[in-house]
């Protein structure tokens, strides 16, 4: 939490700092002001854009990489055959289980993926291609 504000607060104090030089600017420009501050509101929005994309992602990133060491390898079994399309009794006869047990791996690996739904387990799975 300290880090972000840390972050930001030196980001305001940037951006101050870079009004106050265009106010600066403006004086030796002349009459381009109007260009000059499209130019300037520009390089903001991109700069905005780039620094949340750095932040943001990579927060992302982590966060399904913690998701994707955590299965387990009968997790991933079950999550590929659930991929393929088999229903749990299926599963069950393929990996030698109970179905209560294939129902359990499943319950497991929406709640590790942060699923509500097969679909969606599937759908992440891939996006971390351990499918």
Do not use: P
């Amino acid at each position: 939490m300290k880090k972000t504000i840390l972050i930001f607060g030196s980001l305001c104090a940037v951006i101050l700092l870079l009004f106050q030089f265009e106010q600066w600017s403006l004086f030796a420009l002349g009459g381009s002001e109007n260009l000059y501050v499209i130019i300037t509101g520009t390089l903001f929005l991109i700069l905005g854009m780039l620094i949340s994309r750095h932040f943001y992602i990579k927060k992302e990133t982590r966060k399904r990489q913690v998701q994707k060491s955590s299965l387990s390898d009968q997790e991933l079994r079950v999550l590929n055959l659930m991929a393929n399309g088999h229903s749990n009794k299926e599963i069950a006869e393929q990996l030698f289980i109970a179905e209560t047990t294939v129902k359990s791996h499943v319950s497991k690996i929406l709640l590790k993926l942060d699923a509500r739904r097969r679909t969606e387990a599937i759908r992440i799975g891939r996006d971390l291609e351990i499918i």
